[in-house]
């Protein structure tokens, strides 16, 4: 049995573009020409943390929270976030928005560029498959291709989307030089720039702000989706200066790799944090999430979830509205 009410949502395929939207609690944002859900949910659990029928509550619960984006990769389990995916929204393809990206680096054999056409079409078929559907909703480039041409690039997506394959485009881990070079590309040719980037942001990782990323997004009007928003579990609250680390929990698990998430400085901002958010009577979960969705340039916020009860807590979470004068003293938590 769901955890949280179901309510339908407006056929994706339907909607217009409009700035913002709401349904029942969730918001929507325009993503290109696509309306996406404030949360959003990050499906790297599936197929490494979650078989196909955790997959599935988890899916179902976010449905019926009222998100409707679905963000995954080819390379998210060695394909099965994708597989694992696709059998939880059959029958219901046209209520979400499948997300999905190709050409990381770790999925790229030797002399392969991601960016390349050839590869571009090859692999979008495999996610296609793997899916179990006839488009992607939102396809993005996992990693910068630095050997092929830009225009080249665009020019096999802009094609995709004619032939209906693909709907919206996208990029990861670019740079502002990368999406400065991307944007004069697409305007030479004539075709589509990517309306998005999905870069790593959060509380204590902030380098969009200074490294020219949000000043491109504001001035080429591209929407902006974090990933790691939870810092992979350090700001969702279970993690706690002078505390065991949870056992099971993903922190816990990964061992020394852990490292570069976690440390006593890092604990130490977070107690602060847990501090400012409790006397407002909200939890550090709420504030880490609803720094992103109380962000101008952020489109939706794809945190993972392994469990149906997470989702409601995100969603949640994403409702309180931060003022800039939250965000100053926040900032100022931050910095000791």
Not at 71 to 94: F, H, V
Request: aromatic share 8%.
């Amino acid at each position: 049995m769901s955890l949280v009410t179901c309510v339908r949502a407006p056929s994706v395929r339907g909607w217009v573009v409009w700035s913002m939207n709401t349904v029942g609690t969730m918001k929507y944002r325009a993503l290109g020409e696509l309306q996406v859900s404030v949360i959003g949910l990050g499906c790297n659990n599936f197929g490494m943390r979650l078989d196909a029928e955790g997959t599935k509550q988890v899916v179902d619960a976010a449905i019926c929270a009222g998100i409707n984006y679905f963000d995954t990769a080819e390379s998210y389990g060695t394909g099965l976030s994708e597989e694992y995916l696709g059998q939880a929204i059959k029958g219901r393809r046209d209520q979400v928005l499948v997300a999905s990206k190709w050409g990381h680096t770790v999925s790229l054999a030797e002399g392969e560029r991601g960016g390349d056409p050839a590869q571009i079409r090859a692999r979008l078929d495999a996610s296609l498959a793997r899916l179990g559907t006839d488009y992607i909703d939102h396809y993005q480039l996992h990693r910068p291709d630095p050997e092929t041409p830009a225009v080249e690039t665009l020019g096999c997506l802009s094609e995709l989307r004619a032939e209906g394959k693909i709907r919206e485009i996208g990029c990861t881990h670019f740079s502002a030089a990368d999406l400065l070079d991307s944007h004069a590309a697409a305007t030479a040719e004539g075709v589509a720039m990517y309306p998005s980037v999905q870069n790593y942001y959060s509380l204590l990782t902030r380098d969009p702000e200074t490294d020219g990323v949000f000043d491109v997004c504001a001035d080429l009007g591209i929407g902006f989706v974090p990933y790691f928003p939870l810092e992979s579990g350090l700001l969702t609250g279970k993690y706690r200066l002078g505390q065991e680390r949870p056992e099971g929990a993903r922190l816990t698990n990964w061992g020394d790799r852990a490292d570069s998430f976690i440390d006593d400085d890092k604990l130490t901002i977070v107690e602060r944090l847990v501090q400012w958010a409790e006397s407002r009577d909200h939890t550090l979960l709420d504030l880490a999430l609803s720094w992103h969705t109380s962000h101008p340039l952020v489109a939706s916020v794809i945190a993972g979830a392994t469990k149906p009860e997470q989702i409601e807590a995100n969603v949640a979470a994403g409702s309180w509205a931060l003022t800039t004068e939250d965000r100053a003293e926040v900032d100022a938590l931050i910095g000791g």
